[in-house]
């Protein structure tokens, strides 16, 4: 039961590279969630999606891209990184509707050069 | 708009001692509520959640948290800490048929030997 993924787990880039963080999990579960954890700042959301093709933005989207075209991937792309955008990244997911629990991936430690 | 406070972004206790950690929350409302926990290096894990019912509701590892509607309060305790239970603590609240939970800032609680 490997539950909910992240790769990679470690990532150095170069401001202006695109770089992608993928998020698996096998639960079926609809909700899936992206959110970037810093220091004095919690945890912001960045996008969301309740199925496969439907996403939508959370607090902080900028500079970032979404897509599901699978129930169970829901990756996260930076279309050219910045520093600003150094973070912790996690993935989560929830069932369904009436099931509001979350259940978080390990994270992805991205640093920006 | 909902919203969550947390008192006190670090909290120390010593081993064997009562943990309180302390979650107000904002809403027109009462929203489901839940706390999470995060130890180094991963990402967060359902403690225990209110949903609805017993308003006195058990975690795991000894957690429970009790709801109180009048006080718009959440609070998490833990008659007697452990070292292990040194991590970050978050408490979250959602809306019923909300997308977006909302969580605290989070508690660092250190636990002296």
């Known amino acids: 039961d490997a539950g909910i993924t992240q790769s990679p787990r470690y990532k150095i880039t170069e401001t202006g590279r695109q770089v992608t963080l993928m998020c698996h999990q096998t639960w079926s579960h609809s909700y899936m969630f992206w959110y970037r954890q810093d220091l004095g700042h919690g945890l912001r959301l960045i996008y969301y999606?309740?199925?496969?093709?439907?996403?939508d933005k959370g607090e902080v989207p900028d500079g970032y891209v979404v897509s599901r075209s699978k129930t169970e991937n829901f990756p996260l792309t930076l279309e050219s990184a910045t520093r600003s955008q150094t973070s912790v990244y996690f993935c989560a997911s929830r069932p369904g509707v009436s099931s509001y629990e979350q259940y978080f991936g390990p994270g992805t430690r991205l640093t920006v050069t | 708009a909902q919203s969550v406070t947390q008192l006190g972004s670090h909290v120390s206790v010593s081993e064997g001692a009562l943990v309180l950690l302390r979650c107000n929350y904002s809403?027109?409302?009462?929203?489901?509520l839940f706390w999470y926990v995060q130890y180094p290096n991963q990402g967060l894990q359902l403690l225990l959640k209110?949903?609805?019912?017993?308003?006195l509701v058990k975690g795991i590892n000894g957690f429970e948290a009790e709801f109180k509607k009048s006080e718009t309060s959440f609070h998490l305790t833990k008659p007697s800490a452990h070292m292990s239970d040194a991590a970050e603590y978050f408490c979250a609240v959602i809306h019923t048929g909300g997308f977006k939970t909302i969580f605290g800032a989070g508690t660092r609680l250190f636990v002296k030997a």
């Open positions: 809403s027109s409302v009462p929203p489901y």
């Open positions: 209110y949903t609805t019912g017993a308003t």
């Open positions: 999606s309740a199925a496969a093709d439907i996403t």
